[in-house]
Nanobody, 120 residues
Framework: DVQLVESGGGSVQAGGSLRLSCTAA????????LGWFRQAPGKEREGVAT???????AYAGSVRGRFTLSRDNAKNTLYLQMNSLKPEDTAMYYC???????????????WGQGTQVTVS
């Protein structure tokens, strides 16, 4: 049974930083397709960033240059470093694993429960 668990969310002032983590149980991150998504109240879920099995990373335009994805295979942990946060980054952030083409628009198989990020 695969479980993804996010942590690291919180409240921060605009311009601040947070680092989100996503650890997995029953699943190894080595050479896997992983991603971060977010959903703000009243809005559709949107993709934030992906890392494919070769380590290639892709970012949504709204976060490019501010957010950085990384993966620690030894710790089986995915990170999202978020800098220069804006109020519009406020959302529940979810990590996800396994998508056929590893694109944000794909259907993803495994999802975490989410961690809240609030920027004021």
């Amino acid at each position: 049974d695969v479980q993804l668990v996010e942590s690291g969310g919180g409240s921060v002032q605009a311009g601040g930083s947070l680092r989100l983590s996503c650890t997995a149980a029953g699943y190894t991150y080595y050479r896997r397709c992983l991603g971060w998504f977010r959903q703000a109240p009243g809005k559709e879920r949107e993709g934030v960033a992906t890392i494919d099995r070769f380590g290639f990373m892709a970012y949504a335009g709204s976060v490019r240059g501010r957010f950085t994805l990384s993966r620690d295979n030894a710790k089986n942990t995915l990170y999202l470093q978020m800098n220069s946060l804006k109020p519009e980054d406020t959302a529940m952030y979810y990590c996800a694993a396994e998508a056929r083409r590893c694109l944000l628009a794909d259907q993803w198989t495994y999802w975490g429960q989410g961690t809240q990020v609030t920027v004021s």
